[in-house]
């Protein structure tokens, strides 16, 4: 079956760290960007980061610089997101989708999403 699975999210204090996981099955990542992308609830989905196929470039939305970081290893078909120092305002859905490259509007194939709740 040819999927993205997200996974590593779940329910963390205020200051916490949480690391999730994108996997692919059916296919391989190797030629695709990976994005992540979270929506909370009653607002719209926005872009968290994005890691080229080759690993070489990274990108960040700006508010989260510094906190979250962006991997990938090829040889397991996984990407991460190394998320530290959260803050009640990160609890969203995480989704992640590969796209083409970083800088397309259009993902070729998104994940389930995997719920992050930052609460005391």
């Known amino acids: 079956q040819v999927q993205l699975v997200e996974s590593g999210g779940g329910l963390v204090q205020p200051g916490g760290s949480l690391r999730l996981s994108c996997a692919a099955s059916?296919?391989?990542?190797?030629?695709?960007?990976i994005g992540w992308f979270r929506q909370a609830p009653g607002k719209e989905r926005e872009g968290v980061s994005c890691i080229s196929s080759s690993g070489l470039s990274t990108y960040y939305a700006d508010s989260l610089k510094g906190r979250f970081t962006i991997s990938r290893d090829n040889a397991k078909n996984t990407v991460y997101l190394q998320m530290n120092s959260l803050k009640p305002e990160d609890t969203a859905v995480y989704y992640c989708?590969?796209?083409?490259?970083?800088?397309?509007?259009?993902?070729?194939?998104w994940g389930q999403g995997t719920q992050v709740t930052v609460s005391s």
């Open positions: 059916g296919f391989t990542l190797d030629y695709y960007a």
């Open positions: 989708a590969a796209k083409r490259r970083c800088r397309a509007t259009v993902a070729d194939r």
